[in-house]
């Protein structure tokens, strides 16, 4: 019997099949670093969003809530005049009195009799391999300036050159004009406030991300390959710790939960219902009638809340 046919099959162990196609092949380098650039470039999208949103929400609460606060903060007033002038309790009269006219402040110290504060820890600084260091440099090292040159002309400078190197109308890609729409947003506000700092960290974040590196497959490709790979994790991770951070802040926490269109009408209905339960707690204070928790809706914004008269407390 001739069994060269089969020979070839009953020869191969366990494991040791056709070989994979490309289709399933494992993700190059190359692939890898353009997955990372990409998910920078939402993260600091969604930074940007945040953080535009919640500027927005910050100054819609101050301009369209900001008489709330106010009246919450009389009625928390007016609630203790009453109990001080129902009750005659000196540690209320004084608890009104500071409401209406503030505390003296924090008391003094005594260093004859109050113990000493600590002292504040010494901050130890990182100390970083030299060698290693210079691995992750992408650009060449710039020169330091003199002494001389005058910061302002520096930011100008800085601020000129980012403008004109990542301006969104240089490319036609919606995801590439997208990213620059959200860089330029960095440098604008970094050269509102005047941050030099942060304008040089712009400018090395992008030419990092901007520059095309050594020829490929070559060993130099490779290494850089790992670097930027490393530099744009590193940057993904901080861009998603500023988001999260905007995002813990009271009224973050309320963008978070409703959505930028709904934040705001959250908020009012939160502060007319304290509205309601302090006026009813105020009245509770002359009748002795206990709040009845729950018994006011939250009002379709923007109704406004009563104004009390001035000159009907406690202290005149």
Known sequence: MDVSATSSTEDLSFGTGAPTTMDSAAPTLEDTVSSAES??????IDLETTRLDLDRLTR?????????????????????EARAAMSGDPEEARRAYELRYGTSGEPDFDPLTDPLPPEPEPVTVPVIDPDYASTLRFTEPV??????????KAMQRLYRDLARRAHPDFTQEPMEKERRNAFITRVNDAYRRADLYELQR???????????????????RALWLRQRLIW???????ARVER????????????????AVQALDALYARLYEQIQYK????????????????????????AQAPQEQPGSGFFG
């Open 202 to 220: 712009l400018a090395e974040e992008w030419a990092v991300i901007s520059a095309e590196g050594p020829a490929m497959n070559t060993e130099e």
């Open 279 to 302: 006026e009813q707690e105020l009245h509770s204070v002359y009748t002795a009638e206990p709040v009845a928790p729950g018994q006011y809706a939250a009002a379709p914004y923007p």
């Open 39 to 44: 998910g920078l470039a939402e993260a600091q």
């Open 60 to 80: 819609l609460h101050h301009h369209h809530l900001g008489p709330m606060y106010d009246r919450l903060d009389q009625l928390d007033l007016l609630i203790a």
């Open 244 to 259: 999260d951070t905007l995002l813990s802040s009271p009224l973050g926490q309320v963008l978070a939960e409703f959505g």
């Open 143 to 152: 020169e330091e300036q003199s002494k001389s040159s005058d910061p302002a």
């Open 232 to 238: 744009l994790r590193a940057r993904t991770a901080e």
